[in-house]
């Protein structure tokens, strides 16, 4: 208890060179634990793209190419699924729900998505939160879209305006026969999601009608002589009278006229039980009658995710080193005061003090600024995570959950400390050595 | 403890630094317990050296050390060490306080250090005790400044109640008053005779000046005492050495 309240009053004693220590290892340890807490907070957030989802099917082909356009709106599928084969495994016993989607379109750069009510009441991501809508009504008829909370925002889009679609990414070829209304306006949710525009697969079919030998019917080219409306009315491009094939019929008679689907790119699978998913997955996959896949969104995000993970490897190590200098700051903040502390040592030595306890004494100074360095970055951790969670969740899309330490992180802080204890022993051992060779007389 | 009654019994003692040339050698020297000896040394005799053999902090190479009738050199360390602060008080030259304490603290640090010091107090509590012999050496109005704040005389009264708080049989002063001028000089002198006689303390007194030898009972040149030292000794003027019979210093044979 002398050593320990000796230690901590000369620490105050020396409050300057004390405090700069402690700072520079609690930025230290919070950069190393800010790596770590972002690191977590990427991974989560990238496992969590998609949750409660059993099985994703899609047609055969690579399992990350799936994940890819299907969860995160990137690259193109080369071959759909047919409708058929859609509803054979959505009627599947083992199936409690799917969600459909059809991908291929766009509008100004984002994406394109038809799917069915399903994805409102059963898509989840990020622990099971499901989709909100900030404004309006979910697409449910043909002319009916909702817009993610990035396509709202950078488009400036409201409920109720008019949109076109593109065929393809940033194609050319506009549907303008078949003009979109904006119904609904998602809440942010800071996964893909945000930047893709969703419409029903009916309203996919409506868009492509007349294009099944691949190409649009002649009278509904947009560009080069397209129809009259176009070129007439270029400032509302896009905002494009009825559908002529079906004018006259109100919305509702018109989507009952049936656009039926054909064909889906992918689809979302709950299954009734958990435990089936497996032989799920193995029954799609083996299915004769056309070439399809089922992957396990958790597994295949996982094994992403570790394909990218040694960037994350670079960061921790870059954390460690900086870490490492902190300790070795105060090792020389340490080193060089043992000077200029001979005398109190011989003092203490005079009073009855051992070696041993002038060893201690520098020994728990370290620790102690190891471990209040330590305590510090925490704090700093922890304060500057509460403060810019909001902010990097809407400018990086990444939710940083302000959660107890990981066992890994204890084991850091762990380890900061123990360093600092060990380091200890450097200046310690000189003045041991000092304490021993000296004896009362101080040599300066 | 052996019957007759010796603070200090030194025999053959030879020490050096770290296997350099012996700075110490003294073939005998006795001081009788409760003396108070003005032991005189110029600088360069050995005296610090001497002095840390004797408080336990440096072990003779060869001889014996017996402090208060025990055998030093058969000691362990950690036990020259409690030794040290159970029996021990020791004042410096200067410098005496450690800066991050306040003047209360450093004078309680001894009690602190090892109980035998706190069972030996007159007052309860440590802070009583460093009251008492704080007003004894006149510097009680001190102890609530920081030790930044005091003169050197001070510092030097605050060093003092510090090696008498729990009355140590051994009270060792290294030129505790080289630093003050010479109407504090004796003041202090005084003071620190005065305490140590109320404590029953043997004082063991170090100085090359020997215009204080008058203010106590017996003196000792070291000059005379160390051969090791003799050379340096022999240059400063040499009074008459005087030696009564409560102190004794062998010259031992001119081998």
């Known amino acids: 208890m002398l050593v320990l309240d000796l230690a901590l009053k000369s620490l105050r004693n020396r409050l300057l060179v004390t405090s700069l220590t402690v700072g520079s290892i609690a930025l230290s340890v919070a950069l190393l634990l800010g790596v770590e807490k972002t690191r977590t907070g990427m991974r989560e957030s990238f496992s969590n793209t998609i949750s409660q989802t059993d099985l994703i099917v899609g047609p055969k082909s690579g399992t990350i190419q799936l994940l890819l356009y299907s969860v995160f709106g990137m690259g193109s599928p080369t071959q759909n699924i047919s409708w058929e084969a859609y509803e054979h495994w959505a009627s599947h016993p083992a199936v409690d729900w799917t969600i459909p989607y059809a991908l291929g379109d766009s509008h100004r750069g984002f994406r394109v998505i038809g799917t069915d009510e399903n994805f409102y009441e059963h898509y989840r991501y990020r622990g099971g939160q499901s989709i909100e809508l900030a404004e309006g009504e979910p697409a449910l008829g043909v002319h009916d879209v909702a817009i993610g909370s990035q396509v709202a925002e950078e488009l400036g889009y409201g409920i109720g305006d008019e949109i076109a679609v593109t065929h393809g990414m940033g194609g050319f070829i506009q549907h303008d026969e078949a003009p979109f209304r904006i119904s609904g306006i998602l809440a942010p949710t800071f996964t893909p999601v945000d930047r893709a525009i969703y419409v029903t697969m009916e309203g996919v079919e409506a868009m492509h009608e007349g294009w099944e030998d691949g190409v649009p019917p002649a009278s509904a080219m947009s560009f080069g002589g397209g129809p009259p409306g176009a070129e007439e009315d270029p400032g509302e491009a896009g905002v494009v009278p009825d559908d002529p094939e079906h004018a006259g019929e109100s919305p509702e008679e018109h989507a009952a006229h049936a656009h039926e689907p054909t064909q889906v790119t992918a689809f979302f699978v709950g299954a009734t039980n958990r435990r089936d998913v497996l032989s799920l997955q193995r029954d799609i996959s083996e299915w004769s009658e056309e070439p399809v896949m089922a992957v396990l969104p958790g597994l295949a995000l996982s094994e992403m995710w570790d394909g990218l993970g040694y960037a994350e490897e670079g960061l921790r190590l870059v954390g460690i080193f900086v870490v490492i200098v902190g300790l070795l700051g105060m090792l020389v903040s340490l080193y060089t005061s043992l000077d200029a502390r001979r005398r109190e040592m011989a003092i203490l030595r005079a009073v009855g003090a051992g070696p041993v306890r002038i060893l201690s004494l520098l020994v728990l100074e370290s620790a102690l600024l190891a471990t209040l360095g330590a305590i510090l970055g925490v704090a700093v951790v922890y304060g500057g995570l509460s403060l810019a969670q909001p902010w990097v969740e809407s400018e990086f899309g990444l939710y940083l959950p302000v959660a107890g330490l990981a066992p890994v992180e204890y084991a850091y802080l762990g380890a900061v400390i123990l360093a600092g204890f060990l380091i200890g022993f450097v200046p310690a051992l000189k003045a041991y050595r000092t304490a021993l060779h000296d004896g009362l007389a101080v040599r300066v | ?255």
């Open chain 2, 1 to 255: 403890m052996t019957g007759t009654a010796l603070a200090v019994e030194l025999e053959g003692v030879r020490f050096s630094y770290g296997g350099g040339p012996v700075v110490l050698d003294i073939p005998s020297l006795r001081l009788e317990a409760g003396t108070r000896t003005f032991l005189h040394g110029p600088s360069g005799s050995g005296k610090t050296t001497l002095l840390g053999i004797l408080a336990g902090v440096l072990r003779a190479d060869s001889g014996s050390v017996r402090v208060l009738g025990e055998d030093l050199t058969s000691m362990s360390g950690p036990r020259r060490d409690a030794f040290r602060a159970r029996h021990i008080g020791y004042v410096f030259q200067m410098f005496n306080l450690i800066p991050y304490l306040s003047v209360m603290e450093n004078i309680v640090l001894p009690v602190r250090m090892h109980a035998t010091r706190r069972r030996r107090m007159r007052e309860a509590t440590p802070r009583a005790e460093a009251h008492r012999l704080a007003s004894a050496l006149e510097i009680d109005h001190a102890l609530d400044a920081s030790v930044g704040a005091l003169s050197v005389g001070q510092q030097q009264r605050v060093a003092a109640c510090r090696a008498l708080i729990g009355s140590p049989e051994l009270i060792i002063a290294d030129e505790p008053t080289s630093s003050l001028d010479h109407d504090r000089r004796d003041a202090f002198l005084d003071l620190l005779l005065e305490a140590c006689e109320g404590a029953g303390s043997t004082l063991v007194f170090v100085s090359h000046d020997r215009t204080l030898a008058s203010h106590f009972q017996q003196e000792v040149s070291l000059a005379d005492a160390n051969r090791a030292g003799a050379a340096a000794a022999r240059a400063v003027p040499k009074g008459d050495g005087r030696t009564t019979d409560t102190a004794s210093v062998g010259a031992g044979g001119p081998d």
